[in-house]
């Protein structure tokens, strides 16, 4: 069995899925085959896994940093949110159920027979599994069940370093406030403890640290600078995505859906450098000035359409729509785009129809099953090899899908509109494909760029294992581990 050290937080998004991401391409470049683990996680941002399931999409960016194709054993349970209390489980790769928040603390015991298979299989025939925790295990409200934290650390017997997020400020008070509140065995499997996202010169926390060490009597491991390539990477939480204004030229415009998921998409359009994209949130209109409007992916198509409407934001498309602009519609977007939108089994909420964007002559009818598939194919117009994975439920038919745009696994798929201004498909990740990116943009009418995106993600997992080698102490963490 593998060695193993879990990378928890003092609080939510201290930055551990960048650290565990950095310490997976440090050791792998020292020479030891890595895992990442996380046994559970909440994002609608998922990514497709070979072996036909779903994870998040820290957990496919640690696989990347480890050199090694993603699995549904580094990520065991994922919640994704339907509602404002509910989320839908998925328990290996697939869905088992649907449950309200409260009802989720009674099943939470039960998965984790589940959690501890997945983490032994990972651990098989490898050196090192870097687990990384979610929130903080200082809210003890949740201990009881607790498959997260140190339920898992437990349970698994894996030390635990504590990572602090200085740039939120109070970092003493939450490391030391977890020392504190914890129970015995729980603080027990504490080892250690680093310091994420210091500004500034270092050496002006000495003594921070050396408060910390004499309350805890914790190991330091480090203090971490903050990363300005993180920004490059993708992100896993919606309240993480942003404006990508680097770029000049040509305007992308995306509506910040409230379910908003799998927005990977906006990733290698964001590092482009003749583009600039921009996130519209709730209560501002759509900018007058887009080149293309970019309708995202959905948890719950039904629900992010009564949103976007909310906002008047299908006002504003229409008008976008009227000076001749660009939409383009992915997964959930692509079903908003149509007339009608089917849910007979009341799969996202009450059983029924709701009008669509009307945008495009297809209508979608929801079906429980999902499809989960990677893929791979070409753009039809010019023959550019795409690649991508699909991720959904429903089914999409109309006279517009007779424009179909892309040929996926020897099948032609997605809608246009007549003149091919308005556009969907049900395929994530197309623009990681440089050649189509290029030729899509420069239709539109952007100036021609052509970069290697998947070198440039590389290139910043290598400028990150350089940071933690710099100023963590990657020795010391190997020590620790178990």
């Known amino acids: 069995m593998a060695k193993s050290i879990m990378i928890q937080g003092a609080g939510s998004n201290v930055g551990k ?16 085959t890595v895992r990442p683990f996380k046994p559970q996680n909440m994002s609608n941002n998922a990514a497709v896994t070979a072996d036909g399931g779903e994870i998040g999409r820290a957990q496919a960016l640690q696989a990347l940093a480890c050199g090694v194709a993603p699995v549904t054993d580094m990520n065991p349970v994922l919640l994704k949110p339907e509602t404002e209390t509910g989320a839908q489980v998925i328990v290996q790769g697939q869905r088992l159920t649907s449950v309200k928040a409260r009802d989720y603390a009674q099943l939470k015991p039960t998965l984790i027979q ?57 970092v003493i008070a939450q490391i030391v406030g977890t020392h504190v509140i914890l129970p015995d065995d729980d603080r027990d499997m504490i080892k250690g403890f680093a310091i994420n996202k210091f500004r500034g010169d270092p050496e002006l926390f000495d003594g921070g640290v050396s408060e910390i060490v004499s309350r805890t009597s914790w190991k330091h491991l480090g203090v971490i600078p903050w990363f300005d390539g993180a920004s490059k990477l993708p992100a896993e939480d919606a309240l993480d995505i942003s404006s990508k204004t680097l770029g000049t030229g040509f305007k992308i415009v995306v509506p910040q859906l409230s379910r908003i998921a799998n927005f990977d998409d906006l990733d290698p359009l964001g590092l482009d450098p003749n583009v600039s994209v921009e996130m519209v949130p709730a209560g501002k209109p759509l900018p007058l000035d887009a080149d293309l ?115 996926i696994n020897g099948a032609n798929v997605g809608a246009a509109s007549q003149g091919g201004r308005i556009r969907g498909c049900y395929i994530h990740g197309l623009f990681t494909a440089d050649a189509f990116r290029a030729a899509f943009l420069q239709e539109l009418g952007a100036a021609a760029s052509c970069f290697d995106y998947d070198a440039q993600i590389d290139q910043v997992l290598d400028d990150l294992a350089d940071h933690i080698e710099a100023h963590f102490d990657l020795d010391l963490m190997l020590s620790l581990a178990k």
Request: charge should be negative.
């Open 17 to 32: 899925s960048l650290v565990v991401a950095g310490i997976c391409r440090a050791a792998v470049r020292r020479g030891m």
């Open 114 to 170: 589940s959690v501890l298979e997945s983490f032994e299989r990972l651990g098989d025939g490898v050196d090192l599994i870097v687990v990384e925790g979610a929130g903080s295990p200082a809210e003890t409200n949740l201990r009881t069940g607790d498959i997260a934290n140190m339920g898992f650390a437990q349970a698994a017997n894996v030390p635990v370093i504590l990572i602090g997020d200085i740039d939120r400020g109070g």
């Open 293 to 407: 409007v970019l309708i995202p992916g959905s948890k719950s198509t039904t629900g992010d359409m009564a949103f976007f409407r909310e906002q008047g934001w299908d006002i504003d498309l229409a008008a976008h729509v009227r000076k001749k602009g660009h939409v383009l519609g992915i997964c959930g977007g692509y079903q908003m785009l149509g007339a009608k939108i089917h849910d007979p089994e009341g799969i996202e909420g009450p059983a029924g129809s709701c009008d669509g964007l009307g945008l495009l002559d297809v209508e979608t009818t929801m079906y429980a099953e999902k499809h989960l598939a990677e893929v791979h194919g070409t753009y039809l117009k010019t023959g550019d090899k795409v690649k991508g994975y699909e991720i959904h439920i429903g089914t999409t038919k109309g006279p517009d899908c007779a424009r179909a745009w892309l040929e």
